[in-house]
Structures are given as C-alpha cells and as structure tokens.
C-alpha cells in the first residue's frame, strides 16, 4: 500500500482525539459517583462532569443520569468566565456556586469549575455538579415562600484561589448546612473529580503533542452542528403544540409548549402553562430547556453526543410569571417534578409529526420521598433518621414496544435496594410489587407501576413530605391507546394520605403508595394475542 | 497428590471451540482444538482427549488430574436453557428480579428493551414470613402459607426452586425451614437456597444469583456427573475438578451444588495462565489482554494475584452495557469485556464517526476477506489491508483470506462514506478498535483505583499479539509478552491454579460501636465454610486471605480492604479505620475526616498453597545477540511512524532463546501474528514467549 502521511487520516485523529475526551470526563464522572456521600448522586446518577473550551462551550460531557443537567450545565461555565473576571482566573484556581439560576436550577446542587492552564495559557475548563445531601434552610422539600428559605446560596466564588483553600467559605459553609463533613466531603470531591480531568486533559495533550483545545473544539462542533441540523430535517418545519395537566402542589397546574422548527433550529415556547405556585416547585427555564431539548434529543438524535453544537439549536423562551419561568427569588428547591413532565409535553408536540417515534405519556415524575423517622417516645433514645427513597411508576408505551414497569423516565434514577434502606434506617418496606393492571391498555401497553407498603421500624413515626403526581391527572395514552392508572396514595387502615405536603405516619401504621402506570399507544383491539395472553398469565392483566 | 504418570488435563469448553491441554511432568505440554459439541458437550471433550492419547500415545491411566472449565452454565443463562424453575421469596417481593434497579442502562434510547426475568411472574411464588435488616423475626414463617406454595410447585411440575427471603443473608432460619419442608413433601426436586448460594445483601442481585443456580443445577448436575463416568469408563480414573469464576478449583459436588460459580470459568483461566506467566518472569503488575473474534477482555493482575469482585453481570443484551444482563453476586476474577474482536463489524455513524463492533462477523459468516458471505469490513479485514495478516502466513485452518473482499468491503462500509482511500479508512478502523481497548482498559483501571503506569501487558488469544504493541504505546507501557500457546490460554492456565473457595456474607457494623465478637464470629464461620470446600479436593497446606467492604457512612460504594492480623478486640475500631483511610486515599488520593465507616460485607478466601513457578531469566538486549531469519519483507503500516514501511516477516517456529527481532516485523504462527512497530523489538525467551519493548526510551507514548 501507498504511504499514508498523517494529514490524510486527519479526521481519524480527531476521532480518536474526541472518544479519548468524552473518556475524560466519563472518568471525571466515575470519580464523583465513587465518593459521594449524596444518596441522589450514587444512585440516581444526579450529578454531571464536562469539560469546556476558554470561552466556556462544552465540548464533552458525561452521560449521568439527569437530563436535567444538559443545559444548565453546559451555560454555567460562561456565567463562571463572567463574574469571576477572565483577568482573576489563575492557574490553581477552582470556583463554585449553587445559585439556581447560574447552575442547575435548585440550592442543593452545586457546581464547580476548574480552569486548566497549559504553559501559562487558559486552555479550558473542567466542571462538575452534584446534588449534596443537605443545604441548610428548611430541608429539603417545596415548603418555602422564597428561595432564601431553601438555605445558603453561594455566589460564585473562588473556593480555591491559586492553590490556597479559602477557609473562609469553608467555614461558612459548615456552619449554614446539617451533615457539614460529607458537604463539604462532596464539594471537595468534585473539585478532586475535575483535577482528574484536568490531569488526563493534559496528557491526553502531551499524547497527541496539541498546544490547546482550540482546533479538537472546532472539529467537535462541525462535525456535531452538522449531525444535529441533520436530525432536524425529519420533522417537517412548522409550528407544534401540545398541552398537559397535572396535580401541582395545591392546584391543578397546565403546562402549554409551542414548538416551531426552522432550518436552523427548534425554539419551545411555554406561554399558555399555569402562573408560578407560592410553593418551592417553580422551574428556572434553564431546566425547562434541559427537558425540552433532551426530549428531542431522544427522538431525532439519540446517538450524539451532548456539547455546545448539539444543544446550540434547542432555544426556549416563557412569559414572566409562568410557573417554568422561576426568577429570583422564586422559591425552586423541587422543581425536578414539574421540570420532568416537560419531556412529554415537548415529546407529546411532536408526536402527530414522528408517529413512529414518540411514546404515550409516562408516570413522569418519580415517586420520591424523604421519612423522617422520629422516635415515639422522645425519652427513648432512639436518633432520629432521615430516609429518603427513589421509586418509579411505568413509562408510556412505545409505537413498537410496550412501556417499561417501574422505570424511570425521563430522569435515570434507580432505586434502592429494600434491604438496603432497611439497613440504614428504622423503616420497613413490606411490600414493593408490580401493580396489576396499572398500564394503560393499547396494541402496545403502558409500563406498570407499583405498589408500596412502608411503614416505621418499632418506636419510630414518620414526619412525611409527601409529593406524589399523577394522582389526580393520568398518564395519556396516544393513537388510540388508554390512559395509565393513576396514582394513590392512603394509609393501611382506609385513612386518606394527601399526596402533598407534610404529614405523619403513626407507628402503627403503614404507608400504601400505588404508583401510577404509563399510557398504552394504539387501539386495544389490535393487540398481539400472544401479547395479551401472556398478560393474563403473568398477572399483568387480570 | 498421588503420582501415577505425572500427567495432567486441562479442558476448557468454549461457544465454538474445546481446546484441551495435557501437561507432561516436566512441565511440557500438548494441545488441541476440536469443535464443540453443544449437545453433549463431554463429547467435545473425550473427543479431544482421545485425540491427544492416539498421537502421543499415551496412557489415560496415567494421568494424575482433569480440570475442567465450561461456557455450559454461562450459555444456558444467555439461552435460556434451563430447567423448569420457580422462584420462592417473602410475601410483598414477588417482583424482585422483574422490577431490577428502576433504571434504563441506556439513557438516550426510546426503545431500549430490560431484559426479560430469568422466572417469570407466573413462576414466582410467595410465603408469609419476614425478617428484619438485624435478624429479627417481623413477621413468623408461615407453615400453611408454605404448604400451600409446596402445592402450587407440586402441581406446576417445577424440576427446580430457588429459594429467596428479605435478609436471609442476615438469618437464613425461614430459608431453611421452607427447604426441608419442600424437601419433605417433594425429595426430587432441586432446591437452592439464597443464603448458601449467595448471602450478600441486596435482594435483587441475590436473588437474581439463586434463581441463576436453581435454574442450572439439574442441567449441570447431569453433565458433570456424565462426563466423570465417561472418563472413568474409558480409563481416566483420576480426579475430575472444576474451575470457578473465583479463578479456582473446586469439586465435582460443589460445582453440582453451587453451579453458577461456573459462570465465566473460562476467562478466569485467561487470567490465572497471564497470573502465572507474570510471576515466572517476577512481574507483580500485569494488564491481562486476550482478544479473540467477538470481544476483548482486559484484566489486572497483582502480585500474583487477578483482581476480584463479588458481583458481575452475565447475559448483557445490548452492546455490553452495564446493567442490559444480569448481576449474579458470586466471587469472580474481575474484568472488563467489550465487543473488539477480530470480527468485530466497523461502520459509519451520523457524525461521520468510525464504529467498531458490538456486532460481531463471528466465525460464520466471519470477516469479508473470509468469502464465505460477510460483506461487512471487520478487524481482520482492516488488518489485512494493513499488511498485518497476510493470505500466505495466516494461520487458520480451511481458511484462506482473500484481500480484494476485505478491500473492498472496507471501501463500500467506510471510505467511500468518508471520502477516505481504503489505506486510510483501515487506518482508521484499526486506531479505532486500538483506541475502544485502551479507553476500557483505562476505565477498568480507574474502577479498581489502579494507575497502570509500570505495568506490564500479557497478550494472548488470536487476536491480541495483533493489537499489543499499539495497545503498549497508547497505554504508556514498557513491556509486552506474547506467551507461547497463547490461542490455548485458559486451558493451560487451568493447570496453574489453586483449590481454592471464597465464602462471603454481608455483616453490618460501624466504628461508632464496632461489633468485634459478631465480626470475628463472622469470620471464623466464614473460613470453617470456604475450608470445607476446599478439603474436598486436597490436604494440602492452605493461605487464608481475610477481607471487609466498607465505605463512609452514607457513602454507596464500598472498597474491599484486606485484614491482616488475628481477631478483632476492643481495638479494632481505630484498626479499622486505620487500614479503611489508607485505602481510601490509594483509590482517590484524599481521605475525608469525622466521618463513621461502615463495613458492610465480609470474605474469606481459603486456597491451596501453589508452589511458585520457577523464575525464568530474562533474556535482555545484552545477553541477546541470535539474529533471527527472515524471509522477504512486506510493506506494512506502522502507526507509531504514521508511515508504512517494509516489515520482516519471522516465523515464530524458527527462533530460540536470545533472538531478536527489530521492528517493522511481523512473527507469524498458526494461531496469530505479532505485529511490531518499528519503535519496538522482540527477543524470544527461554519459554518461548516474546518479550517485546521499545527500543527508544524518548518517552515514545
């Protein structure tokens, strides 16, 4: 064969040059999962690490599980390069924040930046979110009127200056939040996840004898805005809308989208969805968009990779005052739930247009919940303990595919294990199985959900924050296909159990949740025989 | 161990091949590959044998030892080959094993699918009883609610039952009791309880693990106990041993009680044979690389000794995706395993991105240039272009390689979509497939808190002394050795491994109020467990290897730390702590202070005390010195030079210890090709094995 000079099998090197940094910062991301102390980021992959260009665009970003942070993300280093001053940023820096509206749009998620230097020029940036289990203020939960009462807010700030921890911000940072040691545990070890990166960033470079990210940045998003545009070209331009109701904290709530494609994008409008609530379930649109562009991601383009090009043609916009708009100092601490329904809405546009694609609508939001356990008896001793657990009723039905049972989607949550839990904490799960008949029925079924019986180990009662959707308000089916079952929420003996706000669970009794069942997609009547009789004999259908 | 011949046999039952070994008692051994016969796999095996005894002519008597690895119990779970099961768990927990993590393993894809439960709903049964996170009785066990599930099993006419209850791991009273009461009513029936096969926590995995073993055992069972009489029957009356996925030996009973410790036997031979090669020549850290058609596999080895996991995943559906298979929680030589193979399939995504595999050509209808129907460019069909295979050379049987198919195959499915020569579009696929590896091998490095700086490589199955050098160069290593029989890997290093069994359990306890008596009581229990294993196959003297998990309070991932020392006393909180924060700085450099440690799941490794191999010298530059012979070079591409240069070609038959080889050059035997760059050099070593290193020291990565 002919000599084959590099320059020729350019294009290879920069393939190559791109997986080995999309493995850079899936390490960075494995670090993070490794140390966390946070239940949310081990278990339910809330967290999210990439890495950025000196003008803040992300080139690579790990795929975690929360949708949530694809954007957010992505916009945070910008806001970092802006308030800290491009002239303050030094090597041995790293810098953070919570402030919902310049990382991920609630308190108890915090962010931190790393600028890399390679032979005394900024070349990038490294970054990183994770969701810690406590920010002081009220605990977490929507009970608070403001975001002030949501707990400590950090603007952005250096926490290491030049190689020096500012033991200042430590402090005050250990003083506002309940368990300081594995906050601040978690916060180092993000800071100690993007060092890894940068390590691996800069003999990744060394490898390849590259001076910056400059040129392997270009390539990326070439190569990425012509991938993304192309996906585009399956739905045909024009406008799209779609509406949706769901339980909200103490209202229903609507949400409303208008898509309108173009040639060189698609912008999501939410005029039409309910004013903001009193309460902390508001969403920063910064997360609305996550949600909006990570639905049509999924369904024209699940194979590319997220970075500053693949995003870059998703844009949003909402009237002030709307509940997916939240400003400062709007109360936003679980703003996950309503955020997550914006994936169905979106998908739901766009469903006439893709037949092929898009599913029925899903249980959406997870059936999440913190227990504070508290002994009966407050002379008896027993600490009081704080449980949280991550469940999930059924995804919709898919046009060739039954929905899934007990998945999440769109979050990538998992659960705990049941003897796990047990492990940590007073509470006994007495039961955790699939919810006969919970799916809504088609020629592809709902996933079904499932149903829970928990209840306090001897001597304790549960201070419950409950915020349970889709009880009122059921998963649609589509092209013909049934509604899901919705959700329920009571006590063991009959008592009824609001599925919002606090309440408590006596030591006697248990908790029944009934998690809802995702929508069936086409007409009943055209279901596989096979497929219904093997329903019936597993019980799926009685 | 009784002296008869001095003969021993290894036989490891592949998806497509059976290869079997027979070591002579100076350490010299035979080989041969026969087809697999999937129907009776003992057939393969006897077959094989009886080959190896016509033409060595030698006398079965006289063989001391078989030891036997099987894909049998790891290909019934992935067919769904299994005995008519049903799954037994507590009241409230039926659907366990359907309703998993919750999670999608794949977070971008609308239609993945979960894969489907090894028992289905309607083979899931439930009795009455409950125990608690701490041993206590919640709710009694339920003789009549059992009675009636003994009735369901009876009239459903199950061969075999897993049994499953919340916490059995803690108390395995309620297990045990619904055992012999099954047993009582209905004595044929098969039965494995969670708490013996596996009592670690997390009932999903766990109970995953049972119904696993329940559903292979009667299959098994059979087998092993067919293939011994066979043996016995054709003069082999020696003993018959398994090996397990832990990387040891273990008897014909236990392997029937305990089947799915088989699962991944043989990969774990693949270790043991790099396991021991390393220590022959004193390397205590060694990358394990062995590549064959469908997958590469990439594991660590220390000081001997292959890393170990107490959970894996057989089964994946989708592209080796963590979480698409099933988790069986049993103690396995860990590693890493991803579709780069030899006939891994190379295509053209949406970015105009080279991708490699998951999908694989096999061996039918295998690479283009193979003309027996792929169209598709494969790795060989890249290596061909390349001119690292060449059609005279390539070693395979019946196979003759045809580089017009593979030319254009990779000009259809690659250049000409890329706009690309075909040199450069194979240039790409092969710096692709090279890359996929070293990007998984990082990772799993990563994952075991490893930095794999001053390790050396082990390269064996087909394909790996193909890709070695560049894997070498990527990855920042000095050293490579392609062990001579490298295509017969895991049979040999069947051979090399010890009796051993690791018993586990989970056990709950923190540093606030160290629980030392429960710990050492759990300890003692656990090494009385794993002993009577290993006494079923040998007197020898034995190591005990003590092990805990722990983690930082709230913390999800646990490190294993290894316990030395005698029993625990009042003390052994800030032992523990002690050992707990070294280990934890060595995985991510920083220890966090005032926080409690939880140890959450104990082991104890009993195994046979192996006499160490003999150390071989290594022949270096210095004492090199025998040119090695070439016949007339080829034009190859070096991708260290990024240039493609004339290689010599050395067959690997004609060199003996001391001969040196210069890179370019290609050493070409029947099973495979070492390809090295013109960076690199190979002297052949007094085993035979190439010991390859680089030959500037400018720091080359």
Known sequence: MATTPRATSSAVHNQIMWNRLIAVVEEQALTLIRTAFSTSVREAGDLSAGVFDREGRMIAQAVTGTPGHVNTMAAAVGFFIEDIGPERIQPGDVYLTNDPWKGTGHLHDITVTTPVFRDEHLIGFFASTAHVVDIGGRGYGPDAREVYEEGLRIPIMKWVDRGELNRDLVTIVRSNVREADQVVGDIHGLAACNETGRRRLLEMLDEFELADLDALASFVFDRTRRATLGALEHVPKGTYTNEMTVDGYDEPVTLAVTLTVTDTGMHADFTGTSPLSPWGVNVPLTYAQAYFTYAMLVALAPELPNNFASLEPFTVSAPPGVILNAQDPDPVAVRHVLGHFVTDLCLGAIAEALPDVVPAEGSGALWNFQASARPIDPASGLPPVEMLMFNSGGTGARPTLDGLTATAFPSGVMTMSSEATEQVGPMIVWRKEIRENSGGLGRQRGGLGTIMEIGPAEGYLFEFSAMFDRVENPARGRHGGQDGEPGAVYLDDGTPFASKGRQTVPGDRRLILELPGGGGFGDPAERDAEATANDRRQGYVT | ?701
């Not at chain 2, 240039?427 to 890359?435: M, N």
């Not at chain 2, 051979?495 to 306890?509: G, H, K």
């Not at chain 2, 760059?677 to 290193?693: M, Y």
Request: aromatic letters at 6%; glycine letters at 10%; charged letters at 25%.
């Open chain 2, 1 to 701: 161990m009784s002296h008869r011949g001095g003969l021993r046999i290894g036989a490891d039952v592949g998806g497509t091949f059976t290869d079997i070994v027979l070591e002579r008692a100076d350490g010299g051994y035979e080989s041969t590959k026969v087809l697999t016969t999937h129907a009776a796999p003992e057939q393969g095996i006897l077959e094989g044998i009886e080959s190896l005894v016509e033409v060595f002519d030698i006398d079965l008597a006289d063989v001391d030892q078989i030891i036997h690895g099987t894909t049998l119990a790891t290909n019934a779970l992935i067919e769904r080959r299994g005995a008519r099961t049903a799954l037994v768990t507590t009241h409230g927990f039926r659907d366990v094993i359907e309703t998993r993590t919750e999670g999608r393993f794949e977070q971008y894809d609308l239609n993945i699918v979960l894969p489907t439960p090894l028992i289905e709903r309607r083979d899931r049964f439930t009795v009455v009883e409950r125990i608690g996170a701490r041993g206590e009785v919640l709710r009694p066990y339920d003789e009549g609610s059992a009675s009636d599930v003994i009735d369901a099993l009876e009239a459903g006419g199950y061969n075999s039952v897993a049994v499953g209850f919340l916490h059995s791991y803690v108390s395995s009273e309620h297990e045990r009791r619904f055992r012999d009461q099954l047993a009582a009513r209905l004595p044929d029936i098969s039965i494995s309880i969670s708490s013996e096969v596996s009592p670690q926590m997390r009932e999903f995995e766990r109970f995953n693990t049972v119904c696993a073993n329940a559903y292979v055992q009667p299959l098994m069972a059979s087998y092993l106990v067919r293939l011994r009489d066979e043996l016995r029957t054709r003069g082999a009356d020696c003993p018959l041993y398994l090996i397990h996925s832990g990387g040891g030996l273990m008897s014909v009973e236990s392997a029937a009680a305990f089947p799915v410790r088989l699962v991944e036997s043989g990969p774990a031979g693949g270790a043991i044979f790099a396991a021991d090669l390393a220590s022959r020549y004193g390397r205590d850290r060694v990358l394990s690389y062995d590549m064959g058609g469908t997958t590469a596999k990439i594991a660590l080895i220390e000081d001997a000794t292959p890393q170990t996991a107490k959970t894996f995943e057989v089964a994946r559906t989708t592209r080796f995706k963590k979480g698409s298979g099933m988790p069986i929680s049993i103690p396995v030589i860990e590693m890493i395993e991803i579709g780069a193979g030899g006939g891994s399939i190379a295509s053209v995504d949406s970015l105009d991105q080279i991708r490699i595999g998951p999908r694989s050509a096999g061996s039918e209808p295998g690479p283009a240039a193979y003309a027996r129907g792929g169209l598709e460019p494969t790795v060989t069909d890249a290596n061909l272009q390349l001119g690292r295979l060449h059609p005279d050379t390539f070693g395979a049987e019946n196979i003759s390689l045809e580089p017009d198919r593979a030319a254009a195959a990779i000009r259809e499915h690659v250049a000409d979509r890329l706009d690309m020569t075909v040199d450069t579009a194979a240039i790409g696929i092969a710096e692709v497939v090279d890359e996929n590896m070293t990007n998984a091998a990082r990772v799993h490095a990563v994952e075991n808190g490893k930095d794999l700086n001053g390790f050396t490589m082990v390269a064996f199955g087909g394909g790996a002394p193909l890709h070695a050098t560049r894997l070498m160069d990527k990855l920042g290593l000095d050293e490579v050795f392609v062990p001579p029989g490298a295509g017969v890997g895991s049979a040999i290093g069947f051979l090399r491994a010890p009796f051993s069994y690791e018993a586990v359990r989970s056990f709950y306890t923190t540093t606030a109020d160290f629980d030392f008596a429960g710990a050492n009581q759990l300890l003692d229990e656990l090494r009385t467990e794993a002993e009577a294993f290993v006494r079923q196959g040998t007197e020898a003297e034995v190591v005990v290897e003590r092990q805990v998990s722990m983690r930082y309070k709230g913390q999800g991932w646990e490190i294993p730390v290894a316990l030395e020392g005698g029993d625990f006393d009042e003390f052994a909180a800030e032992m523990i702590t002690g050992v707990f924060t070294k280990a934890y700085e060595a995985f991510f450099g920083r220890a966090i202070d005032d926080v409690l440690i939880e140890a959450v799941s104990w082991s104890v490794r009993v195994s046979s005390v192996v006499e160490p191999p003999p150390r071989l010298e290594i022949i270096d530059d210095d004492a090199a010195g025998v040119a090695a012979t070439s016949t007339p070079s080829r034009p190859m591409y070096d991708p260290t030079t990024g240039a493609t240069t004339d290689a010599a070609i050395v067959e690997r038959t004609s060199l003996e210890p001391g001969s040196a080889i210069a890179g370019p050059a290609l050493i070409v035997e029947a099973q495979t090709t070492t390809v090295l760059g013109s960076r690199h050099q190979a002297i052949a070593q007094h085993d035979g094995s190439l010991r390859i290193t680089n030959v500037s020291t400018d720091g080359g990565r």
